[in-house]
């Protein structure tokens, strides 16, 4: 299970929304696992977390884009290699099912990146944007004053 903490909130509300549904579908594909289920409902699971999770991939890109965030190549190439990542993860379960060297890679993936980019990349992201907004907002402050 992966528990939501105050320290995962970036304060950007669109982001935040999303983050939470991730970890809500996390927790499902855990569940999933933990019950042992039959392959054909981990697949579901595996589909229903990366519908959601490549969406919000997507957003989050394309926010940083328009914010012209610095750090964008190297912010999507953590993404890519999450996607690469969860890709192998499909075909292992898919050709294998449920085995020990699939559980040890499904939670490098999948916990590290909730735990690690969350708190860290998406963390850097969001106080770039703030720091964004308040400049905007002095600036209109200051022609506000003339
Ligand atoms: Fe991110």
New binding site residues.
Partial sequence: MFYWDDSLITGIKEIDNEHIELCKRANKLFDAFVKGNIVEEINFSMNYFEEYIYAH?KN?EKLQREANFPKYEL?KL??DAFRENFEELKKLVKARGITYNFVQKFNGTIIEWLSF?LRE??QE?AEYIKTLHKSKINELNLSNSF
Avoid: P, S
Wanted: proline content about 0%; overall charge negative; cysteine-free.
């Fill in positions: 991939l989050e912010h953590k993404h980019h990349d998406d992201l």
